[in-house]
């Protein structure tokens, strides 16, 4: 069994930046492909962002290209999230997840993450 934790969200004004922090404990988290969500009030849960095992291959939907970057530290079991230029539509929980899958393929899919961890708020004021 795995425990995510994420840390890092709070309150910040448009293009203000944050980095958050997802800690996993229970089993090294190096042989799973982590992945980023966020779930704004009274949407779906989207898809953010994806890292490799090794980190060596990212992801990111449109939306977030050239702002947010995903990056792990397996020494540490732990993945990063470092959003820049937010923007006020970028408020929304945002959650870690551990991906069940190393096939790359269909990677925004939450069915595949097998673990997830319960949220940190971010909120982008205009």
């Known amino acids: 069994q795995v425990q995510l934790v994420e840390s890092g969200g709070g309150l910040v004004q448009a293009g203000g930046s944050l980095r958050l922090s997802c800690v996993a404990s229970?089993?090294?988290?190096?042989?799973?492909?982590m992945g980023w969500f966020r779930q704004a009030p009274g949407k779906e849960r989207e898809f953010v962002g994806r890292?490799?095992?090794?980190?060596?291959?990212?992801y990111y939907v449109d939306f977030v290209k050239g702002r947010f970057t995903v990056s792990r530290d397996n020494d540490k079991n732990t993945v990063y999230l470092q959003m820049n230029s937010l923007k006020p539509e970028d408020t929304a929980v945002y959650y870690c997840?551990?991906?069940?899958?190393?096939?790359?393929?269909?990677?925004?899919?939450?069915?595949?993450?097998?673990?997830w961890g319960q949220g940190t708020q971010v909120t982008v004021s205009s």
């Open positions: 890292i490799s095992r090794r980190g060596g291959r990212t």
């Open positions: 997840a551990a991906d069940q899958d190393s096939n790359p393929v269909n990677v925004a899919t939450t069915a595949r993450y097998e673990y």
């Open positions: 229970g089993r090294t988290l190096s042989n799973n492909a």
